[in-house]
Nanobody
Framework: VQLQAFGGGLVQAGGSLRLSCAAS????????IGWFRQAPGKEREFVAVISWSGAVTEYADSVRGRFTISRQNAKNTAYLQMNSLKPEDTAVYYC????????????????WGQGTQVTVSS
């Protein structure tokens, strides 16, 4: 099982980025995909999760209305569209494979991508 997150970069406040998570080595449409982030000196925190079909999504309060999670099962890829970015969104972003939508702690995810850096300048 492998997940690879990419698409991060440096963007000004108010700008947008789209992260991608490419998965391989398992049946993609049988698992949820979650996005997490970790800023320096802080714990890894939940950002968003999408169900196996893509029909159900959930977001952290801090990103709801600005970020959109989606997936294309035919391409074994999930996405995180990030709009209206703020300096406090600066972090390393990770995608991960999970079995349930309803437990949002990192320990409920069993495989993780390597992370992609997102830096938002003010």
């Amino acid at each position: 099982v492998q997940l690879q997150a990419f698409g991060g970069g440096l963007v000004q406040a108010g700008g947008s980025l789209r992260l991608s998570c490419a998965a391989s080595g398992y049946t993609f449409n049988q698992y949820v995909i979650g996005w997490f982030r970790q800023a320096p000196g802080k714990e890894r925190e939940f950002v968003a999760v999408i169900s196996w079909s893509g029909a159900v999504t959930e977001y952290a309060d801090s990103v709801r209305g600005r970020f959109t999670i989606s997936r294309q099962n035919a391409k074994n890829t999930a996405y995180l569209q990030m709009n209206s970015l703020k300096p406090e969104d600066t972090a390393v972003y990770y995608c991960a494979r999970g079995s349930t939508m309803y437990v949002k702690g990192p320990t409920s995810y069993d495989y993780w991508g390597q992370g992609t850096q997102v830096t938002v300048s003010s």
